[in-house]
DNA sequence: CTCAAATACGAGCGGTCGCCCGTGTTCGTC
DNA sequence: GACGAACACGGGCGACCGCTCGTATTTGAG
């Protein structure tokens, strides 16, 4: 339906998307979508507002390729982090390591990630992009949770799923905020907000 | 400063003003403050857009009002919950309801207000009103715990603090989605991580 | 009753935005 | 080397935005 009846692109048109993208991406988490002109876009991945309009068919195309390309790189990004093999080996602490850090890798590379696939100023179908992302996060915190605690039921498993990513996601704008002893501070702070909250569901000890 | 040099209001006024506000935080609520535009919130309202500007030097002055009321009302709702007396008295579980239910009720008959206050689709003086809600809530939140459990750091106090106000806001837009069970179930789990992440620095058991 | 202040109106100004289109240029293919 | 498709340009159109202003009406104080 949206599909933008594949056009044959050449290299150097490739490129000028991903110059678009590029340029979409730190406007928009410098000064939010609305206030970001598409004029504004072209200019900063340097063509005219007519070149911009020979790969995107309007403004919202932009943000959505791009809150699609994110979630692409975030889904890559986490695929080995949510691994269900060998969820019962680890202590607690070491799946929540291996869960939060790369979540934390990944936002502090892509800033404005979280400008774009969490902000209310927001078309509604690039929320519709987002949506599947937060789905899939959430299905696969549930699905590592059905391995370790497999004594809860289905909802209070997803339940926990949904609690544990929201605090995760709460916590990742300061984290990203700061650097260095400050950010291993704060993300140290979230594992245990973490732990403390899942920790007393948990059957497999510490 | 931003003082709008004390204009004599009458009682008509003093309503339409009113009247512009709540069209204002529903249109906000519905719209976001960038697709929200003057004449449609004149419209609303039930006036002209020169009326509008009778009362409001300018768009920003509109959010920024809107801003101030609510985090009065927030203010006065809230500050039987923040009492630091008696808070040893009082169980883990007790503490949190007593701060936790206000924190649900108010803005379950507000909603809008964490679209305008936690959206950054805003002008940097609408921040600027509603840093000072956030920052002191902080600060409550710290006090109490400073209370509760003397025996933490500053910085561990205004750490814990914070990301347990955090972890509230987090837990707050699914919370006011939903109704009846539901939202029981849902405060029931913020309660639970609240519990899961202070339970640990408490000195005072459960 | 009078009158200045407060309130109300709404057409429309100046500006910006998303986007189009006429035209010219470069690329891949044969 | 020729040719069509892809790419590139940028002036500017139409719509809408925040806001103004000239004017008319209502209000409360004296």
Redesign the interface.
């Given at each position: 339906m949206t599909q933008p009846r594949a056009v044959k692109r050449q290299a150097r048109g490739r490129q000028r998307i991903a110059d678009i993208l590029d340029a979409a991406l730190a406007l928009f988490a410098e000064n939010?979508?609305?206030?970001t002109s598409t004029n504004a876009i072209a200019a900063r991945a340097g063509m005219s507002p007519g070149s911009l309009y020979q790969f995107f068919p309007n403004k919202e195309a932009i943000a959505e390729a791009l809150s699609t390309h994110l979630v692409e790189q975030m889904r890559a990004a986490h695929s080995s982090a949510f691994d269900p093999s060998r969820v019962t080996d680890l202590t607690l602490h070491e799946l929540i390591d291996r869960m939060v850090d790369p979540l934390v890798t990944f936002n502090v590379s892509h800033p404005g990630a979280k400008?774009l696939l969490a902000?209310?100023?927001m078309p509604a179908g690039t929320h519709g992009a987002a949506r599947p992302l937060h789905e899939a996060v959430v299905d696969r915190v549930a699905a590592v949770i059905q391995a370790r605690i497999p004594t809860l039921s289905a909802a209070e498993r997803d339940?926990?799923a949904?609690?544990s990513v929201?605090?995760v996601?709460?916590?990742m704008p300061?984290i990203v905020a700061v650097e260095g002893a400050e950010r291993r501070?704060?993300t140290a702070?979230?594992k245990?907000?973490l732990?403390?909250?899942?920790?007393?569901l948990d059957s497999a000890g510490s």
């Open positions: 939010g979508y609305e206030r400008a902000n209310t100023d339940l926990a949904m609690v929201r605090i996601a709460a916590m300061p501070a704060l702070e979230l245990k907000a732990y403390g909250y899942i920790a007393p």
